[in-house]
Structures are given as structure tokens and as C-alpha cells.
């Protein structure tokens, strides 16, 4: 047995390194070590072998199949260095040819529509107000002519933050009042403290991160509003008209742009009105523009003068007019997205397909959606 043993090693091992292939060494594996190889033959028959003849067969048996795997990865190894070595020295570089450009980012939908936002305001005199947003109840609610038994406060699905209570299940603010903490529920808090800081004339927009607890297709927990806010002397309805018509024609870059503003109700406006744009139909989807059908696009309305009052402003000298909209919904109407949840779900495709050059600034005069 030993004799034969020496004979199958002596002949593996020349057809190991007689392989000038990775091929041809495989198969000199498989015809080994396979399921059906000599050595794994061997190594079935130590089972009907008695203990003595186990203990004397077994090592030589194992001892064999050990040389050969050793064999087998030590000519892979040099076949394979052997075929790199074959394809570097016929390969080349050329080093003037210019580099590979970088996979350029693209600007995020809600991003490149805010910065049209914030150029077409620009130029109608309205600067950009930030504010918090994780908000008290007092500037989010309160000071909105929306107290805490006010029925305005079932329209909105709030997330409320845990604090350390101290009065009421809340706590106490800068001005002493017990109140709570929550996320945003809109941007209308922004308008709050931009009016207890600086005096009037007002004229902002408040782009921004806002939270309520929903989410289908046009809805979702965390989405992104901008709200508008004039504060001065005199100041009507057809002020607000004008600068929503303006607005809207800008950023849709349409001249045929047409509002219908209907009476509605929002606690911290009076009087209020749903502001509803006209759109045609083209291909079977809606564009915006002409007056086939309406389509409502945002809130507004003349401040309420509690609200004036809440800020420490008298609404007898100051007046004001206020709007509101959802810039991931100008988003869809304007650039064809027809689910909102898409913007939050990070799809690289998407971004590709829907995103904007990084040099892409938009600009009244070169067009703000160019």
C-alpha cells in the first residue's frame, strides 16, 4: 500500500507541475481531490479498514492528500503572478490623457426650489428669517390666536417633546409662561419672533423644516414649507393679491398665470383666504397655467390683530398680510414629482433624474428653474 501511495504522490505531483494553465491544474484537483478523485477514493476506505490497518494506512493516506493540496496552491499561485506579470508587460498607460471626471452631486430638489424662493423674494424686498425648530408652545401655538382650548389646535397632529415639568405638564420660557416643547408644526413661529425682535416695516419669508404626524402619498412627517409676512402702514388685500400673483408667475415662469382666492379660516389670520391656481391639461397631466380646472396652492390672509398684539405691536397703526405653501409641493407641480415620499427616500436614480447641477443657480434673469 505504501508503494502505491508513493507512486500516486510521485504521479500528482509531476501533473501539478506539468499544468501551464489554471485550467489544466484544476483538472488535475478535480481528478485528486474531487468527489470522485483518486485521493478521496483513498480517504472512503479507511471506513472498512480494520483499527490496525487504520492506524497504519490513515497517516500515510492524509499524509498524501496534505502534499498534494500544498502542491496544487503552491503552482496556482505561481500560474497566477505568472499571468499578471504577462499582462503588465503588455499593457500600457498613457500619461496624457486626461483624467477620468469625478461623478458630480446633483442639488436636491427642495434645495434648488428654496433658493428660487429666496432669489424671486429678493427682488420684491423680502429677506430670509430662520428660526428653531424645535419650538415652545407658546410661539408655536399661543401667540397664533391658538390658546391651548382654541379647536384650530385638532388641525394640527403635533409631536410634543418630554420635558422637566414645572407648570401644567410643561415648562417656563424666557418671558415667564408655562409652555411645552414640541417640533414646528409650520413656520408661522418664525413670524412670531421676528416681530417681538425688530420693529416694522416686516417684509420676510420663512423657508424651513416642519413636522406633523402623517404620511400617504402627498403627505409626510417631516416636510418643508415657506411662509411670507408684511408688516407696515396701510397695508390691504390687494397687496397680498398682487405679491402672490407676482410670485407665482415668477416661479412658474408663466404670464398666464390666474388666482382665485375663496374665504377660508386659519386662527391667525383675519380674514383668510385658500389661494387656488388655474392649470390646463397637457398630455393628460396638469400644468400650471391657464384656467381649465383650479388647483389650490396655499394659504393666506390679513394677520389677525391678536397676533400683531401677541408680538407688542398696535394693530390700530400696523397692518399686515401673511402666506403660506408647501415647497416640497411646488416642487412636484412645477418639476413633475407625483410622490412626495420619494424626496426622503434617498434613491440615488432619483436624485440623478431629478436633481440639479451644482452651478445651477437660479436667477430671475436667466430663468429660476433654467
Known sequence: MTTELDQLRAHLLVAIEAATALDALDTVRVDALGKQGRITGLLKTLGKMTPEERQLQGPAIHG????????????????????????????????????????????????????????????????????????????????????????????????????????????????????????????????????????????????????????????????????????????????????????????????????RLRPSYFPFTEPSAEVDVGFSMVKGKRVIGGAEGWMEVLGSGMVHPKVIAACGLDPNEWQGFAFGCGIDRLAMLKYGMDDLRAFFDGDIRWLKHYGFAALDVPTLSGGVGA
Open 64 to 259: 498524501l492528500r496534505e502534499s498534494v493540496t500544498e502542491a496544487i496552491a503552491t503552482r496556482k499561485a505561481a500560474l497566477e503572478k505568472a499571468a499578471l506579470d504577462t499582462r503588465l508587460a503588455a499593457e500600457t498607460l498613457d500619461m496624457t490623457l486626461p483624467v477620468d471626471a469625478v461623478a458630480p452631486g446633483t442639488v436636491h430638489p427642495v434645495s434648488q426650489v428654496m433658493d428660487e424662493l429666496a432669489e424671486i423674494f429678493a427682488d420684491l424686498g423680502f429677506a430670509v428669517a430662520t428660526g428653531p425648530e424645535i419650538e415652545d408652545d407658546w410661539h408655536n401655538f399661543t401667540a397664533l390666536n391658538i390658546p391651548e382650548s382654541h379647536p384650530a389646535r385638532a388641525m394640527h397632529d403635533t409631536f410634543y417633546c418630554e420635558e422637566p415639568s414645572t407648570a401644567g405638564g410643561g415648562f417656563a420660557d424666557s418671558a415667564g409662561r408655562a409652555t411645552r416643547m414640541l417640533l414646528r408644526t409650520h413656520t408661522s413661529p418664525v413670524q412670531i419672533r421676528t416681530m417681538l425682535e425688530q420693529k416694522p416695516p416686516i417684509r420676510i419669508i420663512a423657508p424651513g423644516r416642519t413636522y406633523r404626524s402623517d404620511s400617504d402619498a402627498t403627505h409626510t412627517p417631516m416636510f418643508h414649507q415657506v411662509e411670507g409676512l408684511v408688516i407696515d402702514k396701510g397695508i390691504t388685500l390687494g397687496h397680498l393679491k398682487w405679491t402672490l400673483e407676482t410670485f407665482l408667475k415668477a416661479f412658474f415662469e408663466r404670464d398666464d398665470i390666474v388666482l
